[in-house]
């Protein structure tokens, strides 16, 4: 028979030991989460502005195409940080692999919104070419200390549908690149998804509805 303190010992140790174990469990998920879990924290920008967003994109990030506010400057409103709208309609992602590194350097913003693919679909740019655009963008923020955020490809509508099996291949390679660069990724095309509501008759552009939506997921994953 095990005597009475030996067991106490053996439970006290065991407790100890799971509450040394929940502790590191917890502080490994505070790191991971950037501390607190708002995105940036404790990171070191350099000569960075923290509360500058330059988001690269397409139309659909320089929208406005609803006549309302476009989806960068929503955002910026709900986040209290500055946004610089570099979407350029028709631009595909090497046209922003081009560009990036000397609009990095130039703006030192604390945070690079990569928003590409809708006319890499459309036009047919082969996926390895895309996910060396969208790779050399996150390296050059990272290689700036910017904090890179990747966005998924949002689904079309309408007669632009046919694009879709595009984009669902170009998303893949999204989230490759996302998990070996540890990046974050805004799904905004799982959140979007093809509701009509939240696009305009041409299937590509947002809907003041779409932009407004668009604007909050991106809020979330910075808060």
């Known amino acids: 028979m095990i005597p009475k303190d030996t067991v106490l010992c053996h439970c006290r140790i065991v407790l100890f030991a799971s509450l040394m174990l929940c502790m590191s469990l917890f502080i490994m998920g505070c790191l991971d989460s950037g501390g607190g879990g708002k995105l940036g924290s404790g990171h070191d920008f350099g000569e960075n502005n923290p509360d500058l967003v330059l988001a690269m994109g397409d139309s659909i990030t320089a929208g406005g195409y609803s006549g309302g506010a476009p989806w960068p400057a929503r955002f910026g409103g709900m986040v209290g940080k500055s946004v610089i709208n570099d979407g350029i309609p028709g631009a595909s992602s090497p046209v922003g692999a081009a560009r990036a590194n000397s609009l990095i350097v130039s703006q030192k913003p604390g945070f690079v ?111």
């Open 113 to 223: 919104i990569i928003f590409y693919g809708a006319n890499d679909a459309i036009t047919g740019v082969s996926a390895d070419i895309f996910e060396n655009s969208i790779r050399a963008m996150v390296e050059a923020a990272q290689n700036n200390q910017a904090i890179p955020v990747l966005a998924t490809i949002l689904q079309m509508d309408g007669g632009r549908a046919i694009y879709n099996g595009r984009v669902d291949r170009l998303n893949a390679r999204i989230r490759d690149v996302a998990s070996q660069l540890k990046v974050k990724v805004v799904d905004v095309s799982k959140a979007v998804r093809r509701d009509p509501a939240l696009y305009l008759a041409d299937g590509l552009h947002l809907s003041d509805e779409g932009e407004l939506l668009v604007a909050m997921r991106f809020m979330d994953a910075f808060n």
